[in-house]
Antibody, heavy 123, light 112 residues
């Protein structure tokens, strides 16, 4: 059974750095073609892909946010950590950790989603 | 503004058929990348509804189907049910700007 769970602060102040942890089970990030991504949903319901880490430990970032994002594996093999610097009120929203097996043919679907963690950026 | 364009809303009566379009460009759908669809019911997170253009994950009823042509894709829902009400998103990969996984802006389905 595949599960993902996000954890992190509910509130951060503007300019602070957000650190989110994703704890997953039911799959291994060392399996070929396995990836984990972060997706957020901000005000207005839009979904936005943020970052991805793959089985080779390669990282990919949303072009417009690249300078603010960092994705890494935690000490535990079933955890990954996303940091997002210089938080702004427009970053308020729900942040999801998602499994994303990649394929040779295309984009790779986000097949399992965590429940999401709500982050509010406010002073 | 999303890279993939969806209508903000669609509606239909129970039992009817509705379609939701997803219009992209030559750097995403038109480049041949797989299109996926997600359903988000009220108060819940998104779930995978259709993957790799046409395939339904286990548990998704065959009332849901999808297709693609050129730079667009489409989701069809037949035999509308009240519990289908929610938001629907398309998603694919875009090879412009160093590559990103992109979503449509979402379509609110209302079952009248």
């Amino acid at each position: 059974q595949v599960t993902l769970r996000e954890s992190g602060p509910a509130v951060v102040k503007p300019t602070q750095t957000l650190t989110l942890t994703c704890t997953f089970s039911g799959f291994s990030l060392t399996t070929e073609r396995m990836c984990v991504s972060w997706v957020r949903q901000t005000t207005g319901k839009a979904l936005e892909w943020l970052a991805r880490i793959d089985w080779l430990d390669d990282k990919y970032y949303q072009t417009s946010l690249k300078t603010r994002l960092s994705f890494s594996r935690a000490a535990s093999k079933n955890q990954v950590v996303l940091t997002m610097s210089n938080m702004d009120p427009v970053d308020t929203g729900t942040y999801y950790c998602v499994r994303q097996p990649t394929t040779t043919s295309g984009s790779g679907a986000f097949d399992f989603w965590g429940q999401g963690t709500v982050v509010t950026v406010s002073s | 503004q999303s890279v993939l364009t969806q209508p903000p809303s669609v509606s239909g009566a129970p039992g009817q058929r509705v379609t939701i379009s997803c219009t992209g460009s030559t750097s995403n759908i038109g480049a041949g990348y797989d299109v996926h669809w997600y359903q988000q019911l009220p108060g819940t997170g998104p779930t995978l509804l259709i993957y790799e253009d046409i395939h339904r994950p286990s548990g998704v009823p065959d009332r849901f189907s999808a297709s693609r042509s050129g730079t667009s894709a489409s989701l069809a829902i037949t035999g509308l049910q009240v519990e289908d009400e929610g938001y629907y998103y398309c998603q694919t990969f875009d090879n412009a700007l160093s590559g990103n996984w992109v979503f449509g802006g979402g379509t609110k389905l209302t079952v009248l």
